[in-house]
């Protein structure tokens, strides 16, 4: 186990040991697990291990983080330029690159090959959407950085879900709006993640898509152009895509389709909880306040960060979203969730379930106390909630919906 | 003219403008004046910081 040290005039000798070191990775398994529904059918030649992969991940992975509970182990501050140039965290982004396109297209060639039960189709394809919408997340860690390398592995990455976009609109976006009303990634309050999605899909790709116009405008270079980073992305998705059609026929219709439109949805889902309710204020020049940490919400639990890269971290992303992974820290009384993602997005598929955990913490938390004036409403849900909860002003809600 | 030209540094993420070169990805070429940068510009690495939080920290 490798531990940092350094001798500073103020603390003395300051030591560090990660002891998720080694199991970072376990961000190596992530991808693979539709794999182990592939290996179980081709070995047992029950289609029922196809199923597997689902299960793993909605009912193993929400075990796991109850069994293996949370970690609140912080680096030192001082330590963090060693940790940041450790090669070997920045390797595991790296190689998470290549197993998204093993699984992809060993999934694309098994669906494409076996002849399986419609179900057994469904069960594999939407296992392999989900495991592809954490490609998203990979190409979230990387395309924050300022590498060309990981800039381009980002583009690479997220050719696989067909979400070339996400780097832009997230990046300039996303974080510059993040907890506002004008941000198609942060839930209100009272909005379901179904009806949250129809708002997020189409706005994210919007906003992308009006950024990167901008910007090459300013260049003076047209929209349609190799250097419109948004088709970039697109351009290997569509050779990869096709490639596949062109390989297996029109089943490979039906895959892609549902496989997009699931690893899209597990990104809805990480933005659906990260931010719900949440909402920075705006100041006198007409600004939001810049996003501070209580502006996120945190899970802390050891299973699913180590899948996600810390991305559960989510505070610490927020106000410093150039931090990489292994660097990212754990801070007390955050508005946090009461599992890991995996468990949280079972959640939030029952949105009665959801209402009834989230809206009860949101009100609760330090910086809100009940206050609907500081809360990010639905406005279509606006009196419904003023109704039950009660104790904002009209005038203060008004003008908060008045800039939605 | 040269010596007018200043950097301006984010406090968040470290990301620094120096009005010499621009900055060719986001599209000012070289000699662009912060002050001309649009309002509401945000710091293209973490878009965390506004224009008016950014901090002189040189020259060129």
Redesign the interface.
Known sequence: MKTYSIDTPDAGHVTYTDHKRGWWMLSLANPLIPLVGIAGHGLTGSQLWLLVPLVMMFIMGPGLDWLFGEDENNPPEVLVPQLENDAYYRLLTYLTVPLHYLTFIAVAIWVGTQGLSWWAFIGLTVAAGFADGFAINTGHELGHKRTKLETWLAKIVLAVPAYGHFWIEHNRGHHRDVATPDDPASARMGESIYHFARREIPGAFDRAWMLEHERLCRKGVPVWSLQNEVLQSYIITVVLQVGLIAAFGWIMLPFLLIHNVFAWWVLTSANYIEHYGLLRDKQPDGKYERCQPHHSWNANHKYSNLLLFHLQRHSDHHANPTRRYQSLRHFPDLPSLPIGYYGMYVVAYIPALWFKIMDARLLALPHIKGDLNKINIDPAKRDAILARYGRASDDALSAQASHV | MSELLQQYQCP???YCYGEAEGD?????PPGFAFAELPDDF?C???????KE?FLVVGSG
Do not use: L
């Open positions: 968040g993420c470290g060719d990805h986001e599209g000012y945000v293209p690495d973490c878009a965390v910081r506004y939080d």
